[in-house]
């Protein structure tokens, strides 16, 4: 008899003891015995349990005999054995289960937490995951920590406004946000976190003429928003660059709440000296509380982010060498690093495998990628050609150029070097929506545009791509 129809049979007996079994002797000793052979009149299971098999045949053997009987029609033997390489194959099943309902528990009670908090930091747009506890320490960040963290503890007191510069995916956001972390649940401030591009979107919706609009309505609604408020997060400020009437709007609004002695905290990836676009007077204010940098992690803090991750996404069992084998390739955008780590992470959970060295190797093709440009290169070499700036491509301008080399940008980052959208939004400072959109408005256009291919064709080879 093949294996399913033994299986089946089984199957059937299980249901009839199930109805007269205890769930206490049924559930742990019962369900986890395997039918592996049914010849003649003798029918075998297997228990990964040698202390179970004792226990059926004493307290559960004439029940399984009759049970079978009913089932079959006719009296048998039954042999219930101990296997060890079952008993070994069913605590790998069960530790799986186990991590699998951890991992339900833990969304649980994350959930449940965000909930509570939501109130609170949603509304100030503040990430959840953005923390001081789980921000990586090391001596090219520390300032920068500590400086946040003395600002959370006493906003307004030391450092006004707090100036965080670093190149992209260093992890400003995080110290930034983690400030409106560690104040909010306190119930004692109001927090507005907010990209410059919003704060750009804002003005403009604010000012646009509507018919029936009430301007000054408006006006008042949108400074309301931003001057009323204990604590002002600005990410990537620099983005206010070459905009004149908000950048007047801009220091107006950082006046008003200094004089007020309301915190600032300003995000940037260039210095405050290095945005001669920006009037002095602002950039004067930029530099009057403390400005403080971030450079990319050392080796080991890239090792300690990569655990931190893995505990935090509840990745157990990954060797040391796997953490090293990626943070020796990905050295200047924790971003990147989190990302590979994620990506590594999701397919070995869907290829249900267990991560080492050679499957990291293989999922990640980090030496394939050795040679590939990074983002930046990618965006600056686009910008040459287009005798455009980087900032360009990364501004709100719809100027026609500009536009048509951020989408290029878009396509060939996503194309050639596969990056996420999310990866190239934060790059450009685009929401994914508006990546996607471009990247397939290129990839359409070149199908029928010849121009168009021979340009992206010329940046490529520029790039060694």
């Known amino acids: 008899m093949n294996s399913v129809e033994i299986k089946k049979i ?10 007269i079994v205890p769930a206490s002797t049924y559930d742990p000793w019962i369900e986890p015995l395997k039918a ?29 005999l009759e049970a079978f009987k009913k089932c079959l ?9 101990f296997s060890q390489e079952y008993a070994e194959k069913r605590k790998e099943e069960l530790k799986k289960i186990k991590q699998k309902e951890q991992k339900i528990q833990q969304k649980e009670e994350s959930e449940k937490k965000a909930i509570e908090n939501n109130s609170y930091l949603c509304g100030a747009n503040i990430n959840l995951r953005y923390r001081f506890d789980n921000f990586v320490e090391d001596d090219n960040n520390k300032m920068a920590k500590r400086t946040a963290m003395k600002v959370a503890e006493n906003p307004s007191v030391l450092y006004n406004p707090l100036y965080i510069q670093g190149g992209s995916g260093l992890g400003k956001t995080h110290l930034m946000q983690a400030i409106g972390h560690y104040v909010i649940p306190k119930k004692k401030y109001k927090v507005l976190c907010v990209k410059t591009e919003d704060f750009i979107n804002d003005y403009i919706n604010s000012t646009a003429f509507v018919p029936n ?24 400020i620099q983005f206010i660059e070459n905009k004149k009437k908000c950048i007047d709007e801009l220091f107006n609004t950082l006046d008003t709440l200094y004089n007020a002695n309301k915190q600032i905290v300003l995000t940037s990836d260039k210095l405050p000296k290095d945005l001669p676009e920006i009037p002095k007077r602002l950039r004067t204010r930029f530099e009057q509380g403390l400005v403080v940098e971030i450079l990319p992690p050392e080796f080991d803090t890239r090792v300690q982010i990569l655990k ?29 690093l989190e990302g590979a780590f994620t990506k590594l992470s999701a397919y070995a959970e869907i290829e249900e495998t267990s991560i080492t060295l050679e499957f990291a190797k293989h999922v990640l093709k980090c030496e394939e990628n050795t040679n590939k440009p990074s983002i930046d290169k990618v965006i600056n070499t686009v910008a040459n050609y287009f005798n455009i700036t980087a900032d360009n491509i990364k501004s709100t301008s719809r100027v026609q150029n500009i536009s048509k080399a951020r989408a290029i940008t878009c396509y060939i980052i996503r194309n050639y070097l ?16 508006t ?20 340009e992206i064709n010329k940046i490529l080879d520029i790039l060694n791509l």
């Not at 089984?10 to 109805?19: A, F, M, Q, R």
Request: net charge neutral; hydrophobic share 35%; proline share 1%.
């Open 10 to 19: 089984w199957d059937e007996v299980k249901k009839e003891l199930k109805s």
């Open 36 to 64: 592996i052979s049914f010849e003649g009149n003798q029918f075998t299971l297997i228990s990964g349990e040698s202390f179970g098999v004792q226990y059926i045949k004493q307290t559960q053997y004439k029940n399984i």
């Open 73 to 81: 029609n006719q009296e048998i033997i039954v042999n219930i054995e």
């Open 213 to 236: 609009k009430n301007t000054n309505s408006a006006m008042n609604k949108f400074r309301n928003k931003y001057r009323n408020v204990d604590i002002l997060l600005i990410d990537d």
């Open 308 to 336: 931190n991750l893995a505990v935090e996404k509840n990745v157990n069992e990954v060797p040391d060498e796997v953490f090293e084998y990626i943070a020796t390739h990905y050295k200047d955008n924790v971003r990147e």
């Open 418 to 433: 596969q990056k996420s959208f999310q990866q190239i939004g934060e790059a450009l400072n685009k929401k994914h929506q």
């Open 435 to 454: 990546v996607m959109f471009a990247e397939d408005k290129i990839r359409n256009s070149i199908k029928k545009d010849k121009s168009l291919k021979e």
